[in-house]
């Protein structure tokens, strides 16, 4: 309890962090532990390592001053952590991220060279979840695209997949990206709302700019509230071009599949989230990974061939608004992905990556996508913007893996110390080191296409990219009658908080060219009517890979209360623990207080979860151990959630709450031992769906698990709109 007093070494990192493996600036491989670059020593120190003997007390002329300005220690710390801060990133901002391998299957080898897609070779990356919209200081789980970035440090230099997961974007040619950013943003006299697209500009510009119809119906379906970044699929957006070593060339677009499943909130988790966890999804990721639950994805891809027109099946492959079905061209998995690490330091790893689209390595090139050509000049530009200059490559975690020879030379934040005297090319002083590289020795060679010599400079788009409806409607027609309402109700949602009707009715119009039926249902929800389409229906037949439910997926990484009291048994909760575990999945005993449960007089059980501060939104599944005793705090002025008029003389009203909450998100929920009892007095009996009442525990975790399978009962919701 007191205060250390006896010199000693800064700590190790926590089992489940890591930092930036050791390469130099040059990027040589360092025999030295990651830890060589964080703080050492036992002795406090200046930035130059003069140990100092006090850092409480400026020095004065007097113990009552005036502060000298000799003071060298005083005004290197205050000036330091005034320059803690760099701009932060102007979208994405608000991220998380991981470290983790990657191991190729060695199924590419056929399409493309990339050496890190070979069988078996495993790859460190470092991987980047984020938000588009809000700051830094903006909650996880508005509605929003979320960033899925993965850096490779691969042998033949990094490779950076930077993408989404929505697999189209809101525009077509990436001189819009700020129109469509500066919409999206709160508006700038209010600076309000933030985070979110709720509001007259976004709503504005996507119903007069219709390219944008085709992300936006996405972004108002479930996945534009993912229930984890560990269930949440990612795209690299663009259609890339794969070289093999023959020298042929494949189009393809990158997929990350989750082994856990595509999984979304409903929308009032997202909003209780929003307000009792911002942090809701980097607490997520980072809890998996300290749990041993490690994420995984699998990274695939669907192939097309290089023809001089580029499209498939009468889709423009080089259009980021369009997608190809993956019943037209099945996703091929080529490696997996598993998150193993938590950063070390956030700052230095999640804040400071530096990804860029135009990181490559042979084998995989780029395609004349407007929206790419313009990523390739902006992503650098904003990296020098943030990180202080040209050589942000030189931060820990940006570092390759592979040697630097590069020929560059000093900028801001230069930290190798370069030798020799002549970084041109050709030179004789320094033995005419460094050389190129031709393709036989590992050189990057564009794949040299032909570029018409009668193309006029213009600014125009290709006729095939006009159409904005036919794949929206796709999209919509594909969608189960359940995401089809919660498609509805965010449309809803999102227009009624528009002012201006002008607004609302555009986008009315815009709609009804996707559907009439999900028009006249926003229309009615809005007050206003719905108009006609503006031209027949696109006919387009539905893609059953697009919805994110029929199908069941393993339970690794879910997360399983047990509500408990002291009268629940120890022994029995420890064993309950142990099934939960050993079936991948996270138990968290919620109880009237917190501490341990020591009834029976059996090993204590530790409590992670109180009636006071557990809601639904964390848990994918609930039990109930019994009946549990009221809180000693369950009273309105301590906390209110005691006094929302659930009346139960046995159980606490919090618990009530926390179970029909749960319930009306659609969880599978389980009791015994009087637990049925509590189910029922929640509204929540035996006999509805997902409702798992008997005398053995056992079983009834059992009957719970395989309804974790399809992620929720989705029996549950109605779907009136849809006649089922």
Not at 243 to 259: D, I, M, S, Y
Not at 691 to 714: F, K, N, Q, S
Request: glycine share 10%; proline share 9%.
């Amino acid at each position: 309890m007191d205060e250390p007093t006896t010199p000693c070494e800064p700590l190790p990192p926590k089992q489940d962090q890591s930092g930036p493996e050791v390469y130099s600036p040059t990027g040589s491989p360092a025999d030295a532990d990651p830890g060589v670059r964080a703080q050492a020593g036992a002795y406090l120190t200046t930035a130059q390592g003069l140990r100092l003997p006090d850092t409480d007390h400026s020095l004065k002329a007097g113990e009552r001053g005036p502060v000298l300005l000799q003071d060298h220690h005083l005004r290197e710390k205050i000036t330091h952590f005034d320059h803690e801060r760099i701009p932060e990133r102007v979208v994405h901002a608000r991220g998380a991220a991981a470290h983790g391998v990657f191991r190729g299957y060695g199924t590419a080898s056929a399409v493309t060279k990339a050496a890190f897609l070979g069988k078996d070779i495993e790859t460190p990356v470092f991987v980047r979840f984020s938000t588009v919209l809000g700051s830094r200081g903006s909650a996880d789980t508005v509605r929003d695209t979320r960033g899925f970035a993965t850096k490779f440090s691969t042998s033949q230099g990094t490779f950076d997949l930077v993408g989404n997961n929505i697999p189209v974007f809101f525009i077509q040619d990436a001189i819009k990206f700020p129109d469509v950013i500066h919409a999206g943003k709160p508006h700038p006299d209010r600076e309000i709302p933030q985070a979110q697209s709720a509001h007259d500009t976004f709503w504005d510009f996507v119903s007069l700019h219709t390219e944008a119809t085709h992300h936006t119906i996405w972004n108002m379906s479930d996945r534009g509230i993912p229930r984890s970044y560990r269930m949440m699929e990612g795209f690299g957006i663009h259609t890339f071009r794969l070289v093999n070593e023959q020298g042929a060339t494949t189009l393809v677009k990158f997929h990350w599949k989750p082994r856990a499943g595509v999984h979304s909130l409903v929308w009032e988790e997202a909003q209780i989230a929003n307000g009792v966890d911002p942090d809701f999804h980097r607490r997520d990721l980072a809890d998996a990974i300290e749990a041993g639950a490690y994420p995984e994805w699998e990274l695939g891809i669907q192939t097309f061939p290089d023809t001089p027109d580029q499209t498939f099946e009468g889709v423009d492959l080089l259009d980021p608004t369009k997608i190809v079905p993956e019943e037209w061209a099945p996703v091929r998995p080529i490696g997996l992905m598993t998150l193993t690490a938590n950063p070390s330091n956030y700052f230095a790893e999640t804040e400071q990556v530096a990804f860029h689209p135009g990181h490559l390595v042979p084998g995989i090139d780029i395609t004349d996508d407007p929206l790419l050509t313009g990523r390739l000049f902006s992503y650098l530009d904003t990296q020098i913007s943030r990180l202080g200059g040209p050589n942000f490559a030189q931060l820990p975690i940006n570092r390759p893996h592979t040697p630097v020879n590069d020929m560059l030379r000093d900028g801001m934040h230069q930290t190798a110390v370069h030798s020799g005297v002549a970084p041109y090319h050709p030179n004789s002083l320094d033995g005419g080191c460094p050389f190129q590289a031709g393709a036989a020795e590992g050189g990057y060679v564009e794949v040299p296409l032909a570029v018409g010599p009668q193309a006029p400079k213009v600014r125009e788009a290709p006729a095939s990219f006009d159409d904005h409806t036919s794949q929206p409607r796709r999209f919509w027609l594909s969608l189960t009658p359940v995401e089809r309402e919660h498609v509805i109700a965010a449309y809803t949602f999102e227009l009624s908080k528009c002012y201006e009707n002008t607004v609302k009715e555009r986008n009315l119009r815009v709609l009804a060219d996707i559907d009439p039926e999900l028009c006249s249902h926003v229309a009615a929800g809005l007050g206003m009517p719905a108009p006609e389409p503006s031209a027949p229906l696109a006919q387009v037949e539905p893609s059953p890979a697009l919805s994110q439910l029929g199908a069941s997926w393993p339970v690794d990484g879910r997360v399983v209360g047990i509500i408990a009291d002291e009268n629940s048994g120890p022994a029995l909760l420890a064993q309950l623990r142990g099934s939960i575990l050993e079936s991948g999945m996270v138990p968290l005993v919620v109880a009237p207080h917190g501490g341990e449960l020591t009834g029976g007089g059996a090993e204590p059980v530790v409590v992670q979860r109180t009636f006071a501060n557990a809601r639904s939104i964390e848990f994918d599944a609930l039990l109930v151990a019994g009946v549990p005793a009221e809180g000693v705090d369950a009273y309105g002025a301590r906390d209110v959630k005691a006094g929302q008029g659930l009346v139960s003389e046995a159980t606490d009203p919090r618990v009530l709450l926390l179970l029909s909450e749960a319930y009306r998100h659609a969880k599978a929920l389980g009791g015994w031992g009087g637990g049925g009892d509590v189910l029922s007095a929640a509204g929540c009996p035996d006999g509805l769906p997902g409702i798992v009442v008997g005398d053995d525990p056992g079983a009834v975790l059992a009957r719970v698990t395989g309804l974790l399978a399809t992620h929720r009962v989705w029996d549950r919701f109605p779907t009136a709109s849809f006649g089922r």
